[in-house]
C-alpha cells in the first residue's frame, strides 16, 4: 500500500519566494495533519483537516502561511514569502477515523536562504 | 491542556542490552491513546507501539515494549536486545479518540545511541 506522500522532498530557495509543500496522504483517510519540526520546538502542529474542511489551525504561525485540502487526495502548505526562519522539516500525515494512528510521510525538508 | 515530558534528550545503550525510554504525560481524560513513535537518520516517523489506555496489559511488539501505568501517567518504553537499527530518535505521543481533540500531542524526544 503507499503510503503518505510527500514532494518534494527537499526545498531550497531563496528568501522572499514563495514555497508550495504537497501532500497525499493515504486513501481512505479522512484526517490529515501538517507539522512542522525544528531543533529548537520539535514537532509542531500546524493545521489539520477532517474530510476536506480545515478544523483547527491555531497553529499556523503568520499569515505568511496557508493550507487548502482542495480533495480527498491532496494537500497544499504554502509559504509566502518565505523568511529563513521557516527552514524546517515539514510532516504531512493522515489516519482514518477511529483509533488508527497517524502514518507519516518522509517529510520536507525546506531550508530558506 | 495535554502535555507530554519526555525527561531525557539523550540516552545511550550497548548493543544486545536493554534500555527504558521514560514518558510520563498530564490529562484529565480517561480514555486516551498513548504511542511511541522511532524517527532515524533518514527522519522517517514510524509508529512502534501503541496503547490504549482502558487495556491493562502493556503492549509488545517483538522486541519493545511498554511499561503503563495509568495511575501515575507513565508509558515508557523498553527496547530488549537493542540492535544498531534502533539508533533513533523517540517520540512519545498522546491523543484521545474524542472528535474534537484527534491530533498527537508530542513529546520532544529522546535521542537514542546504540554502541557496538
Known amino acids: 500500500d503507499a503510503g503518505v506522500i510527500q514532494s518534494p522532498r527537499h526545498e531550497v530557495t531563496e528568501m522572499g519566494q514563495e514555497v508550495t509543500l504537497r501532500c497525499k496522504p493515504i486513501?481512505?483517510?479522512?484526517?490529515l495533519f501538517w507539522y512542522r519540526q525544528t531543533m529548537m520546538r520539535g514537532l509542531e502542529l500546524l493545521i489539520y483537516?477532517?474530510?476536506?474542511?480545515?478544523?483547527?489551525d491555531s497553529g499556523m504561525p503568520e499569515d505568511r502561511f496557508s493550507a487548502k485540502m482542495p480533495n480527498a487526495s491532496f494537500s497544499t502548505l504554502k509559504i509566502q514569502p518565505s523568511e529563513p526562519r521557516d527552514s524546517a522539516v515539514y510532516f504531512c500525515a493522515s489516519r482514518g477515523t477511529g483509533v488508527g494512528p497517524q502514518h507519516f510521510g518522509d517529510g520536507t525538508r525546506l531550508s530558506i536562504l | 491542556a495535554q502535555t507530554v515530558t519526555q525527561s531525557q534528550p539523550e540516552m545511550s545503550v550497548q548493543e544486545a542490552e536493554t534500555v527504558t525510554l521514560s514518558c510520563t504525560y498530564d490529562?484529565?481524560?480517561?480514555?486516551?491513546?498513548l504511542f511511541w513513535y522511532k524517527q532515524p537518520p533518514s527522519r522517517q516517523m514510524i509508529l512502534v507501539i501503541r496503547q490504549e489506555a482502558y487495556k491493562q496489559q502493556n503492549a509488545t511488539e517483538n522486541r519493545f515494549s511498554v511499561n503503563f501505568q495509568k495511575a501515575a501517567k507513565s508509558f515508557s518504553l523498553k527496547i530488549s536486545d537493542s540492535q544498531l537499527g534502533d539508533a533513533a530518535m523517540y517520540f512519545c505521543a498522546y491523543r484521545t479518540p474524542n472528535s474534537g481533540n484527534t491530533p498527537l500531542v508530542f513529546g520532544k524526544g529522546t535521542r537514542l545511541s546504540v554502541i557496538a
Open positions: 490529562t484529565s481524560e480517561s480514555d486516551y491513546y
Open positions: 486513501s481512505g483517510h479522512d484526517y
Open positions: 483537516f477532517n474530510n476536506n474542511v480545515p478544523i483547527d
